[in-house]
Structures are given as C-alpha cells and as structure tokens.
C-alpha cells in the first residue's frame, strides 16, 4: 500500500473509548451489547516434546465488539497466529480465557470463517463447489446453502465464475472465492490470517476495498492479521498493536475516520498520524 501522507499530532482515540455515532459506523454493535469476544489474560506456551518451550503469548487481554473490524499488528513470529486461532476456541490458551457473547459458563464455540494468506481452494472444485464445501461439510440446508453461495459470488464480483476452476482464476480473485467460501456457513465470526499477503500492491489495495464493501454489507465481526500497517489502519475500527515474542498488547488504537474509506483516504494528515504512530510502535521495540 502507498506510504500515508505524515500528518500533525492529535489525540489518539484508545480502544476503551467510547465508540463513535451510530451514524458514523451504523453496522457496529449496538451500544451496550456484550462484546462477541473478550481475551482475558490469555498467553500461550508451546511445548515441544523434547522439554523445549516456547512463550508465545505473555499476557493479552482485549475485547471485539460484535460487527467490529479488527486489525492485529506485529512484528514476525510474536504470535499473531497463534492469538487469531485461540481467539476462534482452534487453539487452547495455556492461561486465560476467552468469552463469547458474554457467557462464560461452558466453552461455547462461534460459528467461524477462516481465511489465509493462501486460498486452500480445492482444484478438483468449481468455484460454486468449493463455496458450497463448508455447507456441505456442516450439513447445513443445501437449496438455501445455494442460494446463499450465488449471492456471495456476486457480493466477492465473481459473477459468471462458478464453473471455472481455482487454476482458471487470478491469485486475488482465488482470495476472492476464499472469502466468499469463508462467508457462506454465515459465520458469526471471520478470522483472516495474512490473507492478502501473497498479492501484488495493487490488486492488495483493491482487495482492502473490496473487503471494506464486504463486510460493511454482511455485518460480519471480522479480526484480521496483517504486517501491512496502511492496510490495517485502512480496514479497522480499532488496531491491536502487539510487541515482540513473548507477545504483549503495545497499544489498542481506535481509528476514527467515517466509512466508507477510499483508498485516497490514505493521503488524509489522521490517517498519516495513525500510521506513523503505529510504525514508531513497532521499530521501538526492534531497537531495544
Ligand atoms: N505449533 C507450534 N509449536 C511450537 N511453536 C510454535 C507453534 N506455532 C507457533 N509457534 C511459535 O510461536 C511463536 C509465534 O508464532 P505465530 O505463528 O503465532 O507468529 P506470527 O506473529 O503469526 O508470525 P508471522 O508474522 O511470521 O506469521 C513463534 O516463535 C513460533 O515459532
Ligand atoms: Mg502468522
């Protein structure tokens, strides 16, 4: 993405802050709804079966607003992944714990789309096909389930695609199905690790758009990983800036720009002062 325009100084919005006007972000969650996901004192070691272990996760409390659109930021290998996952119930917190919906009897578990940086599309699958996999693999209702899958392939612009193979595709519009794909179980909740990282810059911008478009159309909660910070500060509501391996939360940092954003919204003096206080952020941490 461009290098954002530096902009002056203003006070910083914090994650805690009180969210914006309904009509600012009319598809947020409702004021005074439970959050969909709170990350209590979570942290994370991995233990190898030779007695090796590796700190992951400090410690890491943070909370996601149903609807909200969530950006975690980090240097390689401080554990973003491993968050993401444990925040979908894909992988269990060594300490901590996390609640959905505010209930915190039992282990509920979300109903969940998962995206990554490669599109898993399977290549023996049309594109409608493989949009339908999770419908067929939940066993959810299949004339619906289609119904549903025609209408995500217009929502991602694959329209007159569904009978092509992955291999016929373009690598974005391979991520396109992917999402697509991720949309239609209806997912409460869309977890996205990397998912345009093996794009080139252009067809990343354009895919941020689309995402924007996406989700500002499904409503969906949605925590995205990504090293790019322009297109974090670009897509969230808030940004989770986390510091090096044992991963701490650096800063939570709401940003307070009106939707829909265009991609000239990056050359706008508050979306420079996000992005270099994120950046400053991060290469504090590497010169200690
Ligand atoms: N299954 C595993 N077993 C042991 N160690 C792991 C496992 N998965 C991740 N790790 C380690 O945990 C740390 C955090 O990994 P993670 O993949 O969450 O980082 P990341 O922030 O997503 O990195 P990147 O930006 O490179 O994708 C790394 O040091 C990694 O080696
Ligand atoms: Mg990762």
Redesign the pocket.
């Given at each position: 993405m461009g290098e954002p325009a530096q902009g002056q100084a203003f006070d910083m919005p914090r994650g805690d802050a009180k969210r914006p006007a309904a009509e600012v972000l009319p598809y947020a969650a409702a004021a005074g709804a439970p959050p969909l996901i709170q990350v209590q004192d979570i942290a994370k070691r991995?233990e190898?079966r030779s007695g090796d272990s590796?700190d992951?996760i400090e410690k890491i409390s943070l909370d996601v607003p149903r609807g909200g659109f969530i950006s975690l930021v980090?240097?390689?290998?401080?554990?973003?992944?491993?968050?993401l996952k444990m925040m979908g119930r894909l992988l269990p917190p060594s300490s901590g714990r996390i609640v959905y919906r505010g209930i915190r009897q039992g282990e509920i578990k979300p109903r969940l789309g998962v995206v990554f940086q490669e599109s898993l599309l399977l290549p023996w699958r049309t594109i409608l096909d493989n949009i339908l996999l999770p419908i067929e693999v939940m066993r959810l209702d299949a004339a619906a389930g289609l119904d549903r899958a025609r209408k995500l392939l217009a929502t991602v612009g694959l329209e007159g695609f569904e009978k092509k193979y992955p291999f016929e595709l373009s690598g974005g519009m391979q991520q396109r199905a992917a999402i697509a794909r991720a949309l239609a179980p209806e997912p409460e909740l869309l977890l996205m690790?990397?998912p345009f990282g093996a794009l080139d810059a252009l067809t990343r911008e354009q895919m941020a758009e689309e995402l924007q478009t996406i989700w500002m159309r499904t409503g969906k909660t949605i925590v995205f990983?990504t090293?790019s910070i322009s297109e974090a500060v670009y897509l969230s509501d808030r940004v989770v800036v986390l510091s090096g391996?044992p991963s701490r939360l650096l800063d939570d940092i709401e940003i307070d720009l009106p939707r829909p954003r265009s991609l000239d919204m990056m050359t706008d003096p508050r979306f420079g002062t996000y992005a270099t206080h994120i950046r400053r952020l991060l290469s504090a941490k590497r010169e200690m």
């Open positions: 991995y190898s590796i992951a980090g240097p390689s290998g401080c554990g973003k992944s491993t968050l690790d990397e990983v090293h391996r």
